[in-house]
């Protein structure tokens, strides 16, 4: 294990779409149990943190075996917070009351659960060996989404389809092996440095960025009853 690098698992209360998502059991435990027991075992990873607002959140993570030295101001679990404050805020506690120097961090939504261990480390590595601020877990985007694909109409000629690219449908590709690569990100892991938390203005993404790509079955998210169910169906085939 690597000493100053922590993983961060961000988990408020107050889930709208799906009441105490975190908590909510999804396979016979906690979703945010899948986060935490795969960090846990990563071979690089040297603390595991659940940034949370919420004792209940609190206590079950406690269970699974993270730290939870901190409850999360309320100030910073609004709907409307952005993650780079809440980032700030764990790693300024951990110098300010531990003494502990976090140097990279892994952020791991809990909201997609599928990551292995193996993920955790090859994209740790990958930091390591590329010096770019940030590396970004993604899926390659199916060609019916590719933006080559996809179309709007204009508002001054509604009679000719302009792809995302600023194409003419006339001149865009028709064949899957002509279309261009496109990278989504899936939320299993963003390494970052912390010095990008401080830059004008402070980003997870700092300045340089490379991707760790993943096949498509890990691109999934957990925002709707929908959502959910799909995740339970990808948890069951991937434990087999």
Known sequence: MQKGTVAIIPARSGSKGI???NIKKICGKPLIAWSIEVAKKSKK???VIVSTDSESIARVARIYGAETPFLRPKKLAEDTTSIEPVLRHAIEWLDKHQNYE???IVLLLPTNPLRCEQHLDEAIE???KSNVDTIITSSEVPAEHNPAWVFRQQKDNPW???SALGQKIKDSPTRRQELPKFYTKNDIAFVLRTENLYQQPGSVFGSTQMLYIMDSF???????EEDWKEMEKKLEKKAH
């Open 126 to 128: 990958l930091f390591l």
């Open 102 to 104: 976090t140097k990279i």
């Open 19 to 21: 009441p105490n998502k």
């Open 45 to 47: 990873i040297h603390r």
């Open 160 to 162: 000719v389809l302009i």
């Open 218 to 224: 890990f691109d999934a998210d957990i925002n709707t």
